[in-house]
């Protein structure tokens, strides 16, 4: 899409927008979803395809889509803007903020836990050294009453960790 200059809401043109999202269906794209905010306002929102596999329920504002693991993109620039503004700190260890990761264990190949010797701080986050795993189906998990972000992250904390914090990479959640 061509970057179109945003103004003021009362002397844009968002036609060429509209245009391409209604395209998007038609070239393969189920669904889709596009908000732009200016200066708080929201001066465009549209909502295109269908919500459905069937085809039968247009898709709107209020569908909920996965997006995943592109989450972990908008919230490490969202931790930076806390560290440029000081507010948290790289060497942070995670329990600072989320108490239950405070006492981790790691899981030995012989099925038997370890006291984590370093804290997971935040900067272990960013970069997949903080010795969690991807397994989206954990007990805690699944059992997990909170579905919420920070719920399943507190339920995140009772799983065992990979590995000692800071010593390897490994994809996770």
Known sequence: VKYLKLRRKT???????????????KNGFPACEL??????????????????SAKTKPASNKDIYWIF??????????????????LIGLDDPVSKYIPEYA????????GSLTPAKNPMTILHLFTMTGGMNY?????????????TTLGLVRAMAKEPLSFEPGSHYKYSL
């Open 11 to 25: 002397d844009m043109d968002l036609s060429k927008i509209d245009l391409f999202m209604e395209k998007l269906p």
């Open 35 to 52: 908000s732009i905010t200016k200066d708080g306002e929201n001066i465009f929102r549209k909502s295109v395809g269908f919500s459905d």
């Open 69 to 86: 693991s592109a989450s972990k993109v908008i919230t490490c620039i969202a931790a930076m803007r806390l560290v440029e503004a000081g």
């Open 103 to 110: 006492n981790m264990n790691i899981l030995n190949k012989d």
């Open 135 to 147: 397994d989206i189906k954990s007990k805690s998990i699944l059992e997990s009453a909170d579905k």
